[in-house]
């Protein structure tokens, strides 16, 4: 998002008794750069508290443009010019944010959003103007919160959490539904349409198609009833209809009526078992669950649950096809109602159905062969010279077997991961998948010198394509599989942006590959990349019932299937809330050897962005002032090879652009930086500038020149770089560069 500082003011001019008013961005709040404005009007507008003045901003303004702090002023300063002296205007007084000063929520719908904020997102506490994904939000939760506000009455949708993030701006579109938690529609019966990741599974599993399964365990607290367990598993079979899912002789796909619902339930004593017996017989069975489901005759899914040895243990199975990690959210969340249903006496009923899988299928298919999907077609078409390789160990063909899989697994350690989730992101306005890409691309170029990389990248696929479709409750296998094209940066800052930039000009998050691919004649192109990444995103590994979820038990495959990918990477935030790296491959193609070489790096490299960055602020290694707008291209391309940032004050006259550089003064007593495609970024606090190095007069200036003098004085130790050029009159130009020392830089992004 960008961040118009004209648009606040005439936004704040337009408040009754508003007459005048100046936004800065501040380097100086608590949490790094933030929005400062400053009014003039009338006296009941000296009067009127910070807050007031917020609120009414609500509506007129995204919630990311709305000032952390408004002040009223008799009169603004100015320059003897007659602008406005930025650099007189009080100091805001900041003061960190506690539970007892947040915003709380003013509305029925605002309590009922920061209710579901809160659940989402295991916090106690939100205000009403916190950013969902700086809380640590990402896509997947998205529909967590959807599907938890359409649960309490409130409809909204996931691009409407991205659009409008917080509780207070959501709360301005969210919709209240007519029967919230009632009965719901026909169950779906009858034939499914196979969706692209349908087609890839049975294209890459021929061997044992039955053995592609999910599971969960979870690790149940007293609180559980087991007696309950049989009816709220038919509950489950007869509302969720891909739970009765079957695959006929001649191929077709069809959903059988709820009558014949079939998900088993048996119970397995291990009393009077010592430790290893007991985990032995529990394995075994596990093991014999995972491989007796069939997609033919059924079950497609299977429960058991294992009591009398330590806490009781429920595990459930079903077949990839009918699930994804999504789907297991909401039948762990639909598990917990029935239960509670069932302790209190009442009927289990999970409301009303929202879109169903047959449908969802019907509508992509149709959209496909009506040219819905047809503008992507050039985006992915050019994909086809992009490098998909990475080096073997061992020459053998194909990928390996399932037998001969292993897994390396990895953890960042906790302020890692919780600069990952909440603290960069938010620097960025990215989510944590932007972030990990930007890492896996480094691992990959120092692997295989590879300037760009071609990997398959999976996606939770339940997009808002359709006005009529609420996908947000329906169990089902909506992953999409697409080819995404990583290109290595020198630096992280350029990296994060670069990586960014190219999942954000994906068309539609990938879905219409496998459609223009599979249901139109067009010539799409289908790569097969070696590496494949997942983000699974992070579980509720604790609820009402249980006090330890384990997603995916091992044996999830049948052991003679050639695998799909080299090298398969997931990632996902694991019961410890640390960040978990999983690398999934043959050991008859690769040395464990290798690839625990590599599956450090990612965690080296993103400890170093995540520790280093968020310990700064933010991001950068060479701060730049621009204010000609006229030099920016040939500057920039001169200056590329040393790794200097371009920003431009495009629209400003140079005395104006340097009066807004927060906290500049006289030329080299301190840098600020606006970077004119992402946003406005400030240097942050005090800053020493060890005097000017290179002072250069003229417009005539040469740039493969100035790159050389830049680029001689970039030496180790040598500091950093400052780059400031001032328009002093009419074809009149100093370019300086100053080192710079112990420089703190924070990002905002809005």
Aim: hydrophobic content about 40%; aromatic content about 4%; some cysteine.
């Amino acid at each position: 998002f960008r961040i118009e500082l004209g648009e606040i003011e005439a936004a704040l001019r337009s408040l009754p008794g508003v007459r005048n008013a100046v936004v800065v961005v501040s380097s100086q709040a608590p949490g790094g750069a933030a929005l400062v404005a400053y009014v003039v009007g009338d006296d009941e507008l000296a009067e009127s508290c910070d807050s007031e003045l917020r609120e009414s901003l609500v509506g007129r303004l995204p919630a990311y443009m709305v000032p952390a702090v408004i002040m009223p002023l008799e009169s603004l300063p100015l320059t003897v010019n007659g602008k406005v002296d930025r650099r007189a205007l009080p100091e805001p007084e900041f003061t960190t944010t506690t539970d007892a000063e947040l915003t709380e929520p003013r509305t029925d719908t605002e309590r009922v959003l920061a209710s579901v904020f809160c659940e989402v997102l295991g916090l106690e506490r939100v205000g009403v103007h916190d950013d969902f994904f700086a809380l640590g939000g990402d896509s997947i939760l998205s529909i967590q919160l959807v599907s938890r506000a359409r649960r309490e009455g409130l409809k909204i949708n996931t691009k409407q959490v991205f659009s409008h993030p917080s509780v207070a701006a959501l709360a301005e579109v969210a919709t209240t539904t007519a029967t919230p938690r009632t009965s719901g529609t026909t169950a779906i019966t009858g034939p499914v349409n196979p969706t692209p990741i349908m087609r890839w599974f049975h294209q890459n599993h021929p061997v044992g198609p039955d053995q592609f399964n999910m599971s969960i365990r979870l690790e149940l607290t007293s609180a559980f009833s087991p007696e309950h367990l049989p009816r709220i598993a038919q509950a489950l079979a007869e509302h969720h209809d891909m739970l009765r899912l079957r695959i006929l002789p001649d191929g077709t796909h069809l959903i059988l009526p709820p009558d014949q619902a079939d998900l088993p339930v048996e119970t397995v004593d291990l009393t009077g078992l010592d430790e290893a017996t007991a985990t032995t017989t529990r394995d075994h069975r596990i093991h014999h669950l995972q491989t007796s489901l069939s997609l033919t005759n059924g079950p497609v899914a299977r429960i058991a649950l294992f009591t009398g040895h330590g806490p009781d243990q429920l595990f459930f199975v079903a077949h990839h096809l009918v699930v994804d990690g999504v789907s297991w959210r909401i039948l762990v969340e639909d598990l917990t109602t029935c239960h509670e249903q069932a302790r209190t006496g009442k009927p289990l009923n999970l409301g009303a159905r929202t879109t169903s899988f047959q449908a969802w299928a019907d509508q992509l298919a149709t959209a496909a062969q009506n040219g819905y999907f047809d503008d992507e077609i050039d985006h992915w078409q050019q994909l086809t010279d992009i490098p998909t390789d990475i080096p073997r160990d061992h020459n053998h063909t194909g990928n390996g077997t399932v037998t001969t899989q292993t897994t390396t697994t990895t953890h960042l350690d906790p302020d890692t991961t919780h600069a990952l989730l909440r603290e960069i992101p938010n620097v960025y306005r990215t989510q944590i998948n932007d972030l990990l890409l930007s890492a896996l691309t480094r691992v990959l170029h120092t692997w295989t010198g590879h300037h760009t990389h071609l990997i398959d990248l999976e996606g939770h696929g339940r997009e808002d394509l359709f006005d009529t479709t609420d996908l947000s409750r329906t169990v089902g296998w909506f992953t999409t599989m697409f080819p995404v094209t990583l290109t290595h940066t020198s630096d992280w800052d350029t990296q994060i942006k670069t990586t960014k930039q190219t999942l954000h000009t994906i068309p539609r998050h990938g879905i219409g590959h496998g459609l223009l691919h599979h249901h139109t004649h067009h010539n799409i192109p289908a790569p097969t990349p070696d590496l494949s990444f997942n983000y699974l995103g992070r579980f509720d590994h604790n609820g009402p019932l249980h006090s330890q979820l384990i997603l995916n038990n091992g044996n999830e495959y049948h052991p003679d299937e050639e695998r799909a990918h080299l090298l398969d990477l997931v990632a996902y935030i694991d019961q410890d809330d640390t960040l978990a790296l999983s690398w999934i491959f043959s050991t008859t193609l690769h040395d464990p050897k290798t690839i625990n070489h590599l599956a450090v790096l990612p965690r080296e490299v993103v400890n170093a962005a995540g520790g280093g960055l968020a310990a700064q602020g933010g991001v950068g290694s060479v701060v730049v002032v621009v204010v000609e707008p006229g030099l920016v291209g040939g500057l920039a391309l001169g200056l590329a090879g040393v790794g200097v940032g371009v920003g431009s004050l495009a629209g400003q006259s140079a005395v104006e652009a340097l009066d807004l550089a927060v906290g500049l003064g006289p030329v080299g007593a301190g840098v600020a930086v606006l970077d004119a495609g992402c946003g406005q970024d400030l240097v942050k606090g005090p800053r020493a500038v060890a005097g000017p190095v290179i002072g250069h007069d003229g417009l005539d200036s040469d740039a493969q020149v100035l790159k050389e003098r830049v680029g001689a004085l970039k030496e180790p130790g040598s500091g950093l770089l400052a780059l400031i050029i001032q328009d002093l009159g009419v074809d009149h130009t100093r370019v300086v560069v100053y080192r710079v020392v112990d420089v703190p830089i924070a990002s905002h992004r809005a």
